[in-house]
T-cell receptor
Framework: DGGITQSPKYLFRKEGQNVTLSCEQN?????MYWYRQDPGQGLRLIYY???????QKGDIAEGYSVSREKKESFPLTVTSAQKNPTAFYLC????????????FGEGSRLTVL | AQRVTQPEKLLSVFKGAPVELKCNYS??????LFWYVQYSRQRLQLLLR??SRESIKGFTADLNKGETSFHLKKPFAQEEDSAMYYC???????????FGAGTRLAVHP
């Protein structure tokens, strides 16, 4: 069953802790993306990657880090430096050069206690 | 700077009424525009793209470069159209997608 899978769906974190969100796809897509979704602000791009071992900062990269060691995987780490981490995080993928045609995961909701 | 503006947070209509979801953009190059939709408890998904000039689920959108707009229209709204709609712009060599804040469409019986 092809698709893009995010885990966990819900995550709670204490202040000062880092947390890693998983994103895996088996669509053979080259590019992967992380967005943050907040009410009234739409989706804002955190990081994106066009190929393995390469990634670029999006509009709100501060306090986040990523890696792209495999084509299928693009984990996002929310670090303690992120001042307002409570949000809904969406991962997406696409073929290279087709950033307009994204396939999204179901999302991960992070709550900082 | 590239930007997508959706001026309405909520659009409320009755079934059978026409719908127009507004989208304006700012971009110095040649834009590619898209509409995405998120139904309740479903994933965000692509609805349509301007280059294909298609009609999906009765929705159409025309790119107006003079007015820098890409409004989404449907002549007769259905209750199942109730969802969150996002307008999006592909920029940066088509390597990333920039979204607007979204408009929630509520279609009442």
């Amino acid at each position: 069953d092809g698709g893009i899978t995010q885990s966990p769906k819900y995550l709670f974190r204490k202040e000062g802790q880092n947390v890693t969100l998983s994103c895996e796809q088996n669509l053979n897509h080259d590019a992967m993306y992380w967005y943050r979704q907040d009410p009234g602000q739409g989706l804002r791009l955190i990081y994106y990657s066009q190929i393995v071992n390469d990634f670029q900062k999006g509009d709100i990269a501060e306090g986040y880090s990523v890696s792209r060691e495999k084509k299928e995987s693009f984990p996002l780490t929310v670090t303690s430096a992120q001042k307002n981490p409570t949000a809904f995080y969406l991962c997406a993928s696409s073929f290279q050069g087709r950033a307009g045609e994204l396939f999204f995961g179901e999302g991960s909701r992070l709550t900082v206690l | 700077a590239q930007r997508v503006t959706q001026p309405e947070k909520l659009l409320s209509v009755f079934k059978g009424a026409p719908v127009e979801l507004k989208c304006n953009y700012s971009y110095s190059g040649s834009p590619e525009l898209f509409w995405y939709v998120q139904y309740s408890r479903q994933r965000l998904q692509l609805l349509l793209r301007h280059i294909s000039r298609e009609s999906i689920k009765g929705f159409t959108a025309d790119l107006n470069k003079g007015e820098t707009s890409f409004h989404l229209k449907k002549p007769f709204a259905q209750e199942e159209d109730s969802a969150m709609y996002y307008c999006a712009l592909s920029s940066g060599g088509y390597n990333k997608l920039i979204f607007g804040a979204g408009t929630r469409l509520a279609v009442h019986p």
